[in-house]
């Protein structure tokens, strides 16, 4: 299969040894609630990866959690909450919309303050190579004595110094960037240089050498991180084992925009993933972010989600209707439409599109064409038990892979959800039987956040 490669500018074959990839994906900063651009990237790499997993290759996907930044300390200070707490708190968040999102397939989520020895022992590890050194103010990455520095995006040194970069006299070039910023005030660590707390860019070669050691096959984020924030990672870690490349693949996943505009927290045009699931469901988000491929741009809009849903829900129907169909006694022994062939050439369409660096919109167009002649033929009762088995098959493949239900029963819930519901109204009774209206209006209404909605009569 082709993977496209930032570094190389091209579309590669993946080469894998002993069935195995190591995958790195920069994790948020997690000082407020995620918005649905972070879910674009963590859902376009959470159906990769299930795509790896589909095609029997053993992924081990690593994710850091940034929970110390100066973005955090900030938002702290402004909230009057210890920054750790913060942290953690938006951590939990971001963990939830997640699951939420069925985004569910990192292996291990690696936070920046956990790993400080791994941090101070490579920060070391530079200065005695003659890559960094110390300063008052912290400890700063010798971009000249770096080469390649910014092989990755093709930018220059120069281009550094537009970058956020601390403005600091006591660097030997302004373009140096930290690896270690010393202060006094909580929260910090004790180093060899004095109290501090790590650079941005150092934690995640840090945590990636001590799982991965100083070489893997993939690391991706959005295209927003290839500079400097890529770059500065190839700079240490290269410098620092003296081995290339870091990573054979790296992948960037384009921007969910509005109108334009990336969608970012610093603009202000931010839709939180609580709030876009309070109007669609998960399952609409994940096909809406999939029916354009990751590496190129969304623009946002209600109209495009609509659209999504609407998309959605006549695939999901197409899946019910198989099913019912498959109950019904009065099927022909043999098929009496092309629709086996059409089946076959529906999946070849669907795996050759997935194997083209994971071209989802064409995927899933090809599964909204063959649902129409399913539709068609079954209509006309045309298609075998045997053929309507391996579409139930084949769609539940390709739910595992896509991650939203094709196949979705008219069954209004399994027993266990009916004797819990059943559980819910009669304690729900006997609040109102006593007049306590506010928490019988609270469970109702949360039941409402679950879509099932409850009537007095
Ligand atoms: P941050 O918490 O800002 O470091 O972002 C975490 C991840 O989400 C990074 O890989 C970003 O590139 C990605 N990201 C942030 N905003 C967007 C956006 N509007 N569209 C797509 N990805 C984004």
């Known amino acids: 299969m082709k993977v496209y490669n930032t570094m190389t500018r091209e579309k590669e074959d993946l080469k894998v040894v002993n069935n195995k990839l190591k995958l790195f994906v920069c994790g948020p900063t997690v000082y407020d609630y995620s918005h649905i651009g972070h879910a674009r990237t963590y859902i376009s790499f959470d159906v990769i990866v299930r795509y790896l997993k589909h095609k029997g290759i053993s992924v081990f996907y690593l994710q850091n959690i940034t929970d110390i930044d100066d973005k955090i300390i900030n938002r702290a200070k ?5 920054p750790l707490e913060l942290s953690h708190r938006f951590e939990k968040e971001y963990l939830d919309d997640m699951a939420l999102l069925n985004v569910n397939n990192v292996n ?3 936070r920046a303050t956990e790993h400080m020895d791994e941090i101070i022992g490579q920060i070391q590890n530079l200065i005695e190579k003659g890559y960094a050194y110390d300063t008052e103010t912290g400890v700063y990455f010798d971009v000249s004595k770096f080469e390649d520095f910014g092989k990755l995006s093709n930018r220059n040194l120069d281009d550094l110094q537009n970058t956020r970069i601390e403005v600091d006299t006591t660097k030997k ?4 960037f930290a690896l270690w910023k010393k202060q006094d005030e909580e929260p910090y660590w004790d180093s060899p ?7 941005w860019h150092i934690e995640d070669t840090a945590i990636t050498e001590s799982y991965f050691g100083p ?12 500079f400097p924030h890529h770059d500065a990672e190839i700079a240490q870690m290269e410098a620092a084992s003296g ?3 870091l990573v054979e693949y790296w992948m960037h996943t384009g921007f969910l925009n509005v109108r334009g505009e990336k969608m ?15 109007e669609y469901s998960p399952e609409v988000y994940r096909f809406f972010v999939l029916s354009t491929h990751y590496r190129s741009p969304i623009d946002f809009s209600d109209d495009i989600l609509n659209q999504a849903e609407n998309s959605l829900k006549r695939i999901q129907n197409t899946g019910k209707n198989v099913l019912e169909k498959l109950n019904e006694e009065t099927l022909p022994e043999e098929d009496e439409s092309d629709i086996a062939s059409e089946l076959s050439s529906f999946k070849k369409e669907f795996f050759e599109a997935m194997d083209n660096d994971f071209n989802t919109p064409i995927a899933l167009s090809s599964l909204f064409d063959f649902t129409h002649k399913i ?12 053929t309507l088995i391996s579409i139930v098959e084949t769609f539940k493949n390709i739910e595992d892979i896509l991650g939203f239900s094709i196949i979705v029963s008219d069954d209004s819930g399994s027993d266990l959800s009916n004797e819990l519901l059943d559980i819910i109204t009669d304690v729900r009774q006997d609040l109102r039987a006593k007049k306590d209206w506010d928490l019988a209006d609270k469970i109702r209404d949360n039941l409402a956040d679950l879509d099932i909605s409850l009537e007095d009569k």
């Not at 070489?215 to 290839?226: A, E, F, K, T, V």
């Not at 970012?264 to 309070?278: A, Q, V, Y």
């Open 108 to 110: 291990f989520y690696a």
């Open 193 to 199: 240089w004095g109290k501090g707390r790590p650079g």
């Open 264 to 278: 970012s927290k610093s603009l202000g045009n931010f839709i939180t993933i609580k709030e876009l699931l309070k």
């Open 375 to 386: 539709n068609k033929s079954l209509n006309d009762n045309e298609i075998s038990e045997k």
């Open 78 to 82: 402004e909230n009057g909450e210890d």
């Open 173 to 176: 070039d302004p373009k140096d």
């Open 243 to 245: 081995k290339e490349p």
């Open 215 to 226: 070489q893997y096959n993939i690391h991706g984020g959005g295209l927003d991180l290839i």
